[in-house]
């Protein structure tokens, strides 16, 4: 479908500023930066250069340099500035700060990140449409005494020994990990480190490691795939109450299928590691009950069997 | 002037620099005499004219209507504003721009996707400079706003009603007055006042079916005012009062439970484990996870709870 006018209009107004302050870029990194091809930037540049103030001589019109590897704007005429933000641009990035300001461990960064959310509300106070969407500002883990070694290993690219709380498999144990980057998930800092004692990606959630100190020792030997990227897949068939329905949302990227029968729904996992599955499936409110393969229905039922034991 | 007559957007950007750089209201007449673009008859240059004010205040221009002396009734005159137009927000260093860059590019494909970078050109615009310091930080992204919250984005603005079915415990058809959008705990949910319960809801977006429905009517409905969509979740949230729950985790087991409980020997094959809770819900998911290594003496009440949850797990 072809571009409107105003779609035009409001990409070429805000090229003009943007060439002022950034000169010297090329036709591709404009196109690039304004998401448009780059026969159309060349296009609109052209454009550009016969726009200017009534009289529309060379003294009033835009006066720009282009070249396929050059733009430069000489004279903007009054253009120079930038637009006012609109309200669904003071929207996005307001949510975006919401998003991010939780996941800053630095406190002056953080503060930073909190005086700029600040400067946008002001500007949503004049833009009464921005309220619609709002955060509920994340409840992230609080900071471990070791969020700095793990920062360090990263930025270091250097090993770190940790003591470690495996929810897997219930045990402590220690490990030597190479740190890659870390991530958040549901309220819980998490960091994928390669683990030389598997040969492979692990992922450990920050408030389970009891122990950690860097390790100056470089990694030798090439570093294997992340857990689940190679390893077979298996599809475990169950059937949970409709109450669980929140699993599934949040573990969406291992659900193959689900389909609603009345109160329940059948769904199928496909998972690496069952026991991790049989666990966060016995932690479920509601029945659950595993349909196949028969071996990992029969574990589950040992385990729930062995649970209820306990208070006979 | 050039020969040949501009394009729409080429003559749009030429009113747009006219009215910006006039000190006084513009008439019609000068525009028509002096802006670059309008050609034809009276007639035409007018209906070109009024869809061009329109076009540029959906730009989101303010243009001012007045006349030089008010005390006379003169031909209105249109101009715009500099310091209406132009985006003033004081310094911006390169750790805040960073800062932009990366809430900017939080909404990947997405409905704020396109506000988000056009957002961010206006702020390197601003600052001179599209190079801020890089910043490392976790990563996380909540979920992607949906086709449905573009739906319920503009069904709020307008005011608007919408309908649709809820994937709840049981599947129902909702008609309600749409209220807010919440980001909360990764998932996006809609706060709304339910029409036939009368009592303001929160639907997560994943659980609306596809046949959601906006009214064409705009202004159905007034959002209360002090209305505060974020409080109503952390209201929601909030945990009851702690409680002391007294268990017994395996030796060398339950390493969950035993880091955030006080330890006390009992026998050779179990520890004695007090810890405090706020949710029952979280821990008898903690319970469930440590399975036969965790078993809990009380309080009775929370234990014979646990034994009916661990029972109603078992499918007949």
Redesign the interface.
């Known amino acids: 479908m072809s571009e409107s006018a105003i779609d035009r209009t409001s990409r070429a107004l805000d090229l003009i500023p943007f060439i002022t302050a950034n000169p010297g870029l090329s036709i591709d990194e404009l196109a690039r930066t304004f998401d448009c091809p780059p026969t159309q930037m060349f296009k609109d540049l052209e454009m550009l250069f016969m726009c200017g103030l009534p009289g529309y001589t060379h003294l009033e019109l835009i006066d720009m340099e282009l070249g396929q590897d050059y733009v430069a704007i000489n004279n903007p005429q009054n253009l120079d500035r930038p637009r006012k933000l609109s309200a669904s641009e003071v929207a996005a990035l307001s949510l975006g700060l919401d998003i991010l300001i939780p996941l800053i461990r630095d406190t002056e960064l953080r503060a930073c990140a909190t005086r700029l959310r600040s400067r946008f509300s002001e500007l949503l106070v004049e833009e009464k449409s921005a309220d619609i969407a709002t955060v509920v500002p994340e409840i992230v883990s609080t900071v471990t005494s070791f969020d700095r070694a793990i920062a360090q290993a990263i930025r270091e690219s250097c090993g770190l020994e940790i003591s470690y709380r495996s929810a897997r498999t219930d045990q402590l144990r220690h490990r030597l990990v190479y740190p890659v980057r870390s991530y958040v998930e549901r309220g819980y800092f998490y960091t994928v480190a390669f683990c030389t004692e598997v040969g492979e990606e692990r992922h450990f959630r920050h408030d389970r490691i009891e122990l950690a100190t860097i390790n100056t020792t470089p990694l030798v030997g090439k570093r294997g795939p992340t857990k689940g990227e190679e390893q077979d897949q298996l599809s475990i068939r169950t059937i949970l109450s409709k109450r669980n329905r929140f699993f599934i949302e949040v573990h969406s990227s291992i659900v193959q299928s689900v389909e609603a029968h009345g109160s329940e729904l059948q769904v199928t996992f496909a998972v690496g590691d069952e026991e991790w599955l049989i666990r966060e499936l016995l932690a479920l409110p509601g029945s659950v009950e595993i349909l196949d393969p028969v071996a990992v229905r029969h574990e589950y039922s040992r385990r729930l069997d062995a649970i209820l034991e306990l208070y006979r | 002037?050039?020969e040949g007559a501009?394009?729409?957007?080429?003559r749009?950007?030429?009113l747009?620099?006219?009215l910006?750089?006039s000190r006084r209201y513009l008439t019609k007449s000068e525009i028509f005499r002096?802006?670059?673009g309008y050609t034809g008859s009276a007639e035409t240059m007018e209906r070109m004219f009024e869809r061009d004010k329109n076009?540029l205040r959906?730009?989101?221009?303010a243009i001012d209507v007045g006349s030089e002396d008010p005390l006379f009734e003169d031909e209105a005159g249109y101009r715009i504003d500099?310091g209406?137009?132009?985006?003033d927000?004081?310094e911006i260093d390169p750790?805040?721009l960073a800062?932009?860059s990366?809430?900017?590019?939080?909404?990947q494909s997405s409905f704020?996707?396109k506000?988000?970078?056009?957002?961010l050109?206006?702020?390197?615009?601003?600052?001179?400079?599209?190079n801020s310091e890089p910043?490392?930080?976790?990563?996380?992204r909540?979920e992607i706003p949906s086709e449905h919250f573009a739906l319920l984005?503009g069904a709020?603005?307008h005011r608007s009603q919408a309908e649709f079915t809820y994937?709840?415990?049981?599947?129902s058809y909702r008609s309600v007055a749409p209220y807010?959008?919440?980001?909360?705990?990764?998932?996006w949910y809609l706060i709304a006042l339910d029409l036939k319960k009368n009592e303001i809801r929160s639907f997560?977006l994943?659980?609306i079916d596809s046949d959601l429905l906006i009214d064409l009517k705009p202004g159905s409905f007034v959002i209360p005012e002090g209305l505060n969509?974020?409080k109503y979740?952390?209201q929601k949230s909030a945990t009851g009062e702690s409680r002391e729950v007294k268990l017994l985790v395996r030796i060398g087991?339950?390493?969950?439970i035993r880091?955030i409980s006080h330890l006390s020997p009992y026998n050779d094959d179990w520890d004695e484990a007090l810890l405090s809770i706020t949710s029952t819900?979280e821990f008898?998911?903690?319970l469930?996870?440590?399975?036969?290594?965790a078993?809990l003496l009380e309080p009775e009440d929370l234990?014979q709870e646990f034994?009916a949850?661990?029972?109603?797990?078992?499918?007949v």
């Open positions: 002037m050039r501009p394009n729409k957007s080429e749009l950007i030429n747009t620099m006219a910006l750089s002096t802006v670059d076009d959906e730009l989101g221009l500099p209406e137009y132009s985006l927000i004081g750790t805040e800062l932009i990366l809430a900017a590019t939080r909404w704020f996707s506000s988000g970078q056009s957002a050109r206006k702020l390197q615009s601003f600052v001179g400079g599209s910043l490392s930080l976790p990563f996380y909540p984005y709020i603005k994937h709840g415990l049981k599947d807010a959008l919440v980001l909360n705990q990764g998932f997560k994943l659980r969509p974020s979740f952390e087991r339950s390493h969950e880091s819900t008898f998911e903690l469930s996870r440590a399975m036969s290594s078993m234990r034994i949850r661990m029972r109603g797990k078992i499918h």
